[in-house]
């Protein structure tokens, strides 16, 4: 026989993530304003109206465009806090989001609606085979679905909204929902102090039992390449095309070593995320990624004698590189005081979950916000394939996350 109780937090995770997911709130990193779209407000204010709803407290946008509020404690304890990520990622379509729900899913392919010739199945995402029996949420086929982080949005909810219903143990509790996490803006230089939490959690990682306290460090590069532009018909000796350039500078960086498609574990790797412009002027802009500081400083270096290199190759063109720092591994933050992830770890073997850390090849707010003095590890919410119209998750994983939420408040309330 169903648990009622589990039934109607599933169907309320369903119903969140769904409504969430079919809003664009996706992140632009070429928008120079503070909040890089207008739209991720649309979401901000259905959270506002949300958070009054369940009876949250506290509750605000700030100037930077982030939704906080509080939930009162019950019991002594350290002030914690919990985020997730308001917006969804450029990297691929999140207009038009048609979220559905595959109920009881039977270990098969499965088919979108939008896009026929599109298939997923436990051959290309083997965490699949583990989700028989789930229900599943996928978009239609045209668009990511923007679990990441949508589904922690609907987890910390869902969560509040029983913690505030009842009696439930916690210490002082603070949600915050941020914009621009994407682009690597989501945490503003004054949500620090604006949280006023002892440590924090982001949900936005991916299976049951990940607690994860390890990031890239990560920096971001532009190469802006000007060459000499003269009409195609007299350009003999005399024009210098930009894109020859920009082309010649990819083919020099390490392609068998050092690219994502090739890269995996620990590895750290540069990647070409952008290139604008036409014969007369380029700019590339790339990632630079690795686990240790030294291996980020070698990339950059690699980086810089390739734009060298080419300069030298063609002195009449003018070639500048400028590589700034974007976030740091948290681990050397964390590393130090444990206590946040012990304690997650701890309320994780209470659900019968395996607490597995394993390093993130990407960052989240949280590498920010420990750096900057709020310890942060990041924990799952069950999202899958994320960042492309594959993108799927569980929501039972997601009942896992709500779980793991209300166990880590319980036991930091118990000291």
């Not at 648990?3 to 079919?22: C, F, I, N, V, W």
């Not at 002082?172 to 994407?182: G, I, K, N, S």
């Not at 569980?394 to 036991?411: F, P």
Request: aromatic share 4%; glycine share 10%; with cysteine.
């Amino acid at each position: 026989m169903a648990d009622p109780e589990r039934t109607a937090l599933h169907a309320e995770l369903e119903s969140r993530l769904t409504r969430y997911a079919a809003i664009d709130s996706q992140s632009d990193a070429d928008s120079a304003s503070a909040l890089s779209t207008g739209i991720q407000l649309d979401m901000a204010r259905l959270l506002l109206d949300e958070l009054a709803e369940i009876g949250a407290e506290d509750i605000r946008l700030t100037d930077y465009g982030a939704v906080l509020a509080t939930v009162p404690g019950t019991a002594p304890g350290p002030a914690i806090g919990f985020l997730a990520h308001m917006d969804t990622t450029p990297q691929f379509n999140a207009t038009g989001v048609k979220p559905r729900v595959i109920r009881g899913y039977d270990g098969g392919e499965i088919r979108f609606p939008d896009a026929p010739g599109l298939v997923l199945s436990p051959k290309d995402s083997p965490a699949l085979t583990a989700r028989i029996g789930h229900d599943l949420i996928t978009a239609s086929g045209t668009t990511l679905l923007g679990a990441d982080d949508k589904a922690g949005i609907a987890v910390i909810m869902a969560a509040a909204r029983r913690l505030l219903a009842s009696d439930l143990p916690r210490p002082r509790l603070r949600l915050a929902f941020t914009p621009d996490e994407e682009i690597g803006r989501g945490v503003d230089p004054r949500l620090p102090a604006d949280l006023g939490v002892d440590f924090a959690y982001t949900f936005d990682g991916a299976n049951p039992g990940e607690i994860e306290y390890e990031s890239f460090s990560a920096d971001g590069a532009v190469v802006r390449i000007e060459g000499v532009s003269i009409h195609p018909g007299t350009a003999k000796g005399k024009m210098v095309n930009a894109i020859t350039l920009a082309a010649k500078l990819i083919a020099l960086l390490p392609q068998a070593t050092m690219q994502p498609e090739v890269t995996e574990g620990r590895e750290g790797f540069i990647h070409a995320t952008d290139m604008t412009g036409g014969s007369a002027t380029m700019e590339i802009r790339l990632i630079l990624r690795d686990f240790e500081l030294e291996g980020l400083a070698r990339k950059g270096e690699i980086l810089r004698a390739a734009c060298a290199a080419l300069q030298a190759g063609e002195p009449r063109a003018r070639i500048d590189c400028r590589i700034t720092p974007q976030y740091r591994n948290m681990r050397y933050w964390l590393e130090k005081d444990m206590t946040p992830v012990e304690l997650a770890r701890e309320a994780a073997r209470d659900l019968g979950l395996s607490p597995v850390s394993v390093p993130i090849r990407g960052g989240t707010d949280g590498s920010r916000l420990t750096e900057m003095g709020v310890p942060c590890p990041n924990l799952f919410t069950g999202m899958q394939d994320i960042h492309g119209p594959r993108e799927w998750i569980s929501v039972q994983d997601m009942g896992l996350a709500v779980d793991l939420m209300l166990g880590i408040c319980a036991r930091a309330a118990r000291g």
